[in-house]
């Protein structure tokens, strides 16, 4: 239910009931107990899928590397793969990480708290993912180095100065994305809590 929707319900049950003033709580409770489940289940869906397209992109990876190279057979083949499988598991123990701590959330049984948790999760997850995607990439250039012998040494020859250019239009996508979509759940979290605020 949007803001606007939750808005109204509240001031027509107030209205109507302004000698019931705890059967309106309730139900305005009930309303943001319900948002706060879906935010909850939202969220451990998002990393289920994410985790599901690492795991589905990793075998196909596995399957179609060898017959690109022809078996391994091509100079760097085997490092690449390796570098590759380095970095999907970064990826998946991150996003797992994620994932488990969602699954081990205790929320609290009162909803004001309820909501101040899930705005403190939020806030951290959106620091963290954020802090995470730009390491991610850099490190993708700078780190995938050494898989391959080169280390730190000639840091500009041609793939850092097209790969770091690359790191940081991905990362800075990615970055805009998270931020888009952090913002507005944090926006609309800060503005139940307010709203409850208020009615209480």
């Known amino acids: 239910m949007e803001l606007d929707d939750l808005k109204a319900t509240w001031q027509r049950e107030t209205e109507n009931n302004a000698h019931l003033p705890y059967k309106t709580m309730e139900q305005l409770q009930q309303i943001l107990n319900s948002r706060t489940e879906d935010m909850v289940t ?11 397209i690492m795991l589905g992109g990793m075998l196909l990876f596995v399957l179609v590397h060898p017959i690109l190279t022809d078996g391994f ?3 760097g083949s085997i490092n690449g793969f390796v570098k590759a499988m380095f970095f999907y598991v970064v990826l998946l123990i991150f996003y797992w990480q994620k994932l488990k701590n969602i699954n081990h959330l205790q929320l609290s049984d009162h909803i004001k708290e309820r909501m101040e948790q899930l705005l403190l999760m939020l806030q951290r997850n959106y620091r963290t993912e954020v802090i995470f995607v730009v390491a991610f990439f850099v490190g993708v250039i700078f780190i995938g180095r050494f898989f391959y012998g080169k280390g730190l040494q000639d840091l500009d020859d041609t793939g850092v100065l097209i790969g770091l250019p690359l790191a940081i239009l991905f990362s800075g996508a990615m970055v805009y994305l998270i931020i888009r979509r952090y913002r507005g759940k944090i926006k609309e979290m800060k503005a139940y809590l307010a709203e409850y605020e208020h009615a209480a």
Request: charged share 35%; net charge positive; proline share 7%.
């Open 42 to 52: 939202s969220l451990k869906r998002k990393y289920e899928k994410i985790i599901s």
């Open 73 to 75: 057979t091509y100079p």
